[in-house]
Structure formats: C-alpha cells, structure tokens
Nanobody, 113 residues
Framework: QVQLVESGGGLVQPGGSLRLSCAAS????????MAWYRQAPGKLRELVAR???????NYADSVKGRFTISRDNAKNSVDLQMNSLKPEDTAVYYC???????WGQGTQVTVSS
C-alpha cells in the first residue's frame, strides 16, 4: 500500500514560482519511478514530469526549461519546482507512483493576475 500526499499549491501571478511536494509512504518508493500529472478543467489528465528511481527525468514539452522534478529517497518525497508560470499551467496537480494505481488527492495551482 502506498499513500501520496501533495502540498504546495496556490495562487500565483504569471511569471511567478511555486514548489509542489509529494510525501510518500510505503517501501515501494525507493524503487519506483514517480511522476507529476495535471488536469485542467475540461481537459484530460496529462503527464508533466517523471523521474526514475535513479534520478533520470523527462518532461512534457510545454514545461521544459521551466519545471524541475526532483526526489529525495531518504525522505520519501518528490518535488516539482515550477518557474515562469503561465496561466495555461493552471490545473490540479497530482503525484503518481509510475505505473500503479497510487495517486495523491491533488493540489490546485492557479496562475492569474
């Protein structure tokens, strides 16, 4: 059993930054790839960034150069640093244990002036 709890969402102006965190419980964390997804109103959930257990990363084209995913295996956590935020980044962001049914509850990110 894995539990994922996101935090760090909020309201930010365009061009601003936010850092999302996902705290994970369960022994699977250290061997699992982790990912952040997002879902905007009326749109499908999309992959934002992924990080393997060894630290390799990949990103959606829309966030490359602006977002950075990282993990701390000692703390069972995975973060998403989001810079140069745009209104189109507005969505609920979810943490996921890659390839599993384990999802967090989501955290709202709103980018607006």
């Amino acid at each position: 059993q894995v539990q994922l709890v996101e935090s760090g969402g909020g309201l930010v102006q365009p061009g601003g930054s936010l850092r999302l965190s996902c705290a994970a419980s369960g022994s699977i964390f250290n061997t699992a790839a982790m990912a952040w997804y997002r879902q905007a109103p009326g749109k499908l959930r999309e992959l934002v960034a992924r990080i393997t257990s060894g630290g390799s990363t990949n990103y959606a084209d829309s966030v490359k150069g602006r977002f950075t995913i990282s993990r701390d295996n000692a703390k069972n956590s995975v973060d998403l640093q989001m810079n140069s935020l745009k209104p189109e980044d507005t969505a609920v962001y979810y943490c996921n244990c890659w390839g599993t049914v384990y999802w967090g509850q989501g955290t709202q990110v709103t980018v607006s002036s």
